[in-house]
């Protein structure tokens, strides 16, 4: 009768994790694709810097996540890059939100109502790379990485109270092979 009970949990968990990360794609999935051409024309607003060169941007919708950026080859460094990328954004209503740095990367960060931006420079040994990017992440994520997790605990203890249960029965019978 345990056994049952914990099955019945596992399989009911299951069924509510895929239910969950269904509407995710049905509720989250139009909104994230209707923030694509906000994110677009904000892009397209921000001028690249002299001598900059790309192939244009490249866009990503999922669910509670839309993304567009491009990645420009640059001869000024990260010392002209980051003022002019800033005095852009500042003229088009974004303001810096912090500043991040690692070895040979520099990020800085901005912020304009419920999307995201970022400048990044890389020196790549002899020339720079600056990437722009700008993003809208809605507020479930943490929920989708929650759901996954109770899923794969669920999963997990119904298969350890089945092995166990399986374990406890083979124990106390004996087995002949003849």
């Given amino acids: 009768?345990?056994?049952?009970?914990?099955?019945?949990?596992?399989?009911?968990?299951?069924?509510?994790?895929?239910?969950?990360?269904?509407?995710?794609?049905?509720?989250n999935g139009p909104k994230s694709a209707a923030?694509?051409?906000?994110?677009?024309?904000?892009?397209?607003?921000?001028?690249?810097?002299?001598?900059?060169?790309?192939?244009?941007?490249?866009?990503?919708?999922?669910?509670?996540?839309?993304?567009?950026?491009a990645e420009y080859a640059c001869e000024p460094e990260c010392s002209e890059n980051f003022p002019w990328y800033e005095a852009e954004m500042t003229r088009h209503g974004w303001s810096f939100a912090g500043l991040q740095s690692a070895s040979r990367t520099t990020t800085r960060h901005c912020a304009k109502a419920d999307y995201a931006a970022f400048v990044e420079c890389i020196d790549v040994g002899g020339g720079w790379r600056c990437a722009?990017?700008?993003?809208?992440?809605?507020?479930?994520?943490?929920?989708?990485?929650?759901?996954?997790?109770?899923?794969?605990?669920?999963?997990?203890?119904?298969?350890?109270?089945?092995?166990?249960?399986?374990?406890?029965?083979l124990k106390n019978r004996s087995v002949r092979f003849d």
């Fill in 35 to 69: 923030r694509i051409p906000v994110l677009v024309n904000e892009w397209n607003r921000i001028q690249p810097i002299h001598g900059a060169s790309s192939a244009g941007p490249s866009k990503i919708s999922k669910p509670d996540l839309a993304s567009v950026d």
């Fill in 132 to 169: 722009v990017g700008m993003h809208w992440q809605g507020s479930t994520r943490g929920l989708i990485g929650l759901a996954v997790f109770a899923g794969f605990v669920a999963f997990t203890w119904t298969l350890l109270s089945v092995t166990s249960h399986l374990a406890r029965n």
């Fill in 1 to 27: 009768m345990i056994l049952i009970k914990r099955s019945m949990f596992g399989l009911s968990s299951l069924i509510g994790f895929a239910l969950f990360v269904g509407w995710e794609y049905l509720a």
